[in-house]
Structure formats: C-alpha cells, structure tokens
C-alpha cells in the first residue's frame, strides 16, 4: 500500500478544498424545476413590480436601492405545482450594523411570500476585530449570532455611498428558499427594518440594499 506523505497530503488538500467551495456556490437545480420569472434588470424589466427603480452599481443595473422600505414582486398564472423556489441575489450597502445594540441597530432584512415569513434575518458589513465585531444573524434567521460577512458571495464589492471610495462595504448574498406553495399565483416582498443615528448623510446614504437578480421556479 502506498502512503502519501503528510506534506504531500497538505498540499493536495490546498489545492481539492478551494475547489469544492466553487462548487457549492454554484446553484442547484431541484427535480422537476421550471423557472416561470428571471430577472437581472439589465434590460430596466420592472414589469410585475411595485416600487421598483433602477440603480447603476458597479458598472451593472440593479434594483434598488432602498432604507425602510418595501419592493414586491406579483407573478400570476403559475402553472400547477407543489412548492416555490426563490433565489435572489441581494446587495447589502455601506454600513449595516447586524444585531448591535438600539443606537445603530438591529439591522433587519426580511423576505414574505403571501405575508408569510420567509426570511428575517440581520447584516453586518462592519469590520471584525477583537475589539469590535457587530454580529449578523444570516445565514440564519434573526436571533443567532455570526461574524460580519458570514455566507458572503462576495465582499470586497464597493460601497454605495457613505463609503462609495472604498471596497469592503458592499456585501453580495445569494439567498435561496424553497417553499411549499398552492395557487396560481404569488407576492413576493422585500423590505428592511434598519436604525440609522446619523448626523451628516441621509439614512440610505448610511445604509442601503439591492438587488441584481431574482428568479423564481415552480417545483413540482
């Protein structure tokens, strides 16, 4: 039997573990999945939704962007069908504070489907050091405590506009949720509860999200 040498082994796990990482990033498709609504907003398509606006972030369109509000999604004519996936891709700008306290926090995103909650959950794109470290709740839901940025896509994106000259305060999530659903049709709705104690800029200057893309899918 041949024995692979311990410097050998680490070596082969540096170079195995970064690629099954890609690989559970990438989406999943369920069996018998078919898409009824894709949207990236490249094309400015804000058919079927209300408050919807376009922003320019980072060179692409997305939707957005919003401080204590709400953007809804209806999608009617659903073809028959058991559950609802959705997948979104959601944008978290500038300086989101996660569960601190009430000065500067929580700070709530929140997903219903048909008034139901989906998702309810805290961000923090605040820095991480042993003297400060604002927890969030995602990737779970409000209540459980992780380090800022836990479950990002991605993190060094730019910030949208208190901190529009500085990578690190744009945070990308893919949020998916499979649900069990009937009828043939839906309200998708996105919205925030954030605190902003701010003097000098504007609450969606201090802390704002987006979103570059939803998709919906009917499972049988």
């Known amino acids: 039997m041949r024995i692979v040498s311990f410097h050998r082994l ?25 898409i009824i609504y894709s949207n990236d907003f490249s094309q400015e398509d804000l058919g079927n939704i209300s408050n919807g606006r376009i922003l320019s972030f980072n060179n692409s369109a997305v939707l957005g962007n919003y401080n204590n509000e709400e953007v809804s ?10 559950l609802i996936k959705v997948s979104i891709d959601l944008l978290i700008h500038d300086s989101w504070d996660g569960n601190a306290g009430p000065l500067s926090g929580r700070d709530i995103w ?17 820095p991480c ?9 995602f990737p779970e839901q409000y209540g459980r405590h992780f380090d800022p940025k836990t479950g990002a896509m991605e993190e060094d994106l730019p910030g949208l506009c208190k901190y529009a000259d500085s990578v690190g305060w744009t945070t990308k999530y893919r949020i998916s949720k499979l ?9 998708l709705v996105c919205g925030d509860r954030t605190v902003q104690n701010v003097l000098t800029t504007s609450q969606i200057c201090d802390e704002s999200w987006s979103l ?9």
């Open 110 to 126: 929140y997903l219903n489907l048909d008034g139901k909650s989906v998702v309810n959950t805290t961000f923090s794109n605040q």
């Open 212 to 220: 570059s893309k939803i998709e919906v899918s009917t499972v049988e």
């Open 73 to 82: 999604l209806f999608i009617d004519d659903i073809p028959s069908h058991n």
């Open 129 to 137: 050091v042993p003297t400060f470290c604002p927890s969030q709740s």
């Open 179 to 187: 649900i069990r659903h009937k009828g043939n049709q839906m309200t």
């Open 10 to 34: 680490v070596l082969i796990l540096k170079i195995f573990i970064p690629f099954m990482g890609l690989l559970s990033c990438q989406e999943t498709q369920e069996p018998g999945e078919v």
